[in-house]
């Protein structure tokens, strides 16, 4: 596609409940990022993959947090038993090159967690 | 790991103006210094990069300097226009960091007509 697309859009998801986010990045990028940008902030790196294989997850917050690039294209966050500190916009971002030069971003999923 | 701190967090200016944004960063590892535009409910756009190997880059109204020795950035917007008005967030990576950006809390700039 002509750019990264994300789904849901928005999200709310009662305290406790499972979500899958999707990431869909840029057709022939080889890098994918995920970000978590809080309110007011700069976005959080989350995790880091080069083609299927997830090279950093350091930014991960917790167990909770699991994502997948099975085939090298789309890219699903997954986020178990939410809690209220896990709302936030997440965002995915694509690259060509490998490493983190010239990346264009999705435009988010927003989770609420209520 | 790396640190990168922004200011100043507001900015307003009047149109015409000029407008500087400023980032300091911990890690002189980075070599990447990249510049995102984002409005409000938007993505993050990039709008202009550096890298380490360079002192300075230019896109039409819009410069970033760099500084290695002392560890900075900045951002010069010249002529400023209201559809320039949007927070922007600064960021470094380098090589090390496999990818990974850090980026500033943001400066909101609004451009007054």
């Known amino acids: 596609g002509a750019g990264v697309s994300q789904s849901p859009r928005y999200k709310v998801a009662k305290r406790g409940q499972d979500v899958a986010l999707r990431c869909d990045p840029i057709s022939g990028h080889v890098s994918l990022f995920w970000y978590q940008q809080a309110l007011g902030q700069g976005p959080e790196f989350l995790t880091y993959f080069q083609n299927e294989a997830q090279l950093d997850k350091s930014g991960l917050p917790s167990d909770r947090f699991f994502a997948e690039r099975p085939e090298g294209s789309v890219s699903t966050l997954k986020i178990q038993r939410t809690q209220q500190e896990d709302s936030a916009v997440y965002l995915c971002a694509s690259s060509l090159e490998t490493g983190g030069f010239g990346y264009t971003f999705g435009s988010g999923t927003r989770l609420t967690v209520v | 790991g790396e640190n990168v701190e922004q200011h100043p967090s507001t900015l307003s200016v009047q149109e015409g103006d000029s407008a500087v944004i400023k980032c300091t960063y911990s890690?002189?590892?980075?070599?990447?210094f990249p510049w995102y535009k984002q409005e409000l409910g938007k993505r993050p756009q990039l709008i202009i990069d550096?890298?380490?190997?360079?002192g300075e880059k230019k896109d039409q109204r819009i410069a970033v300097t760099l500084n290695k020795t002392a560890k900075h950035f900045s951002l010069h917007i010249t002529e400023t226009q209201p559809e320039d008005s949007a927070v922007y967030f600064c960021a470094a990576s380098g090589d090390t960091n496999a990818g990974k950006s850090t980026f500033g809390d943001g400066t909101t700039l609004t451009v007054k007509p």
């Open positions: 890690d002189s590892a980075s070599n990447y």
């Open positions: 550096i890298r380490s190997n360079v």
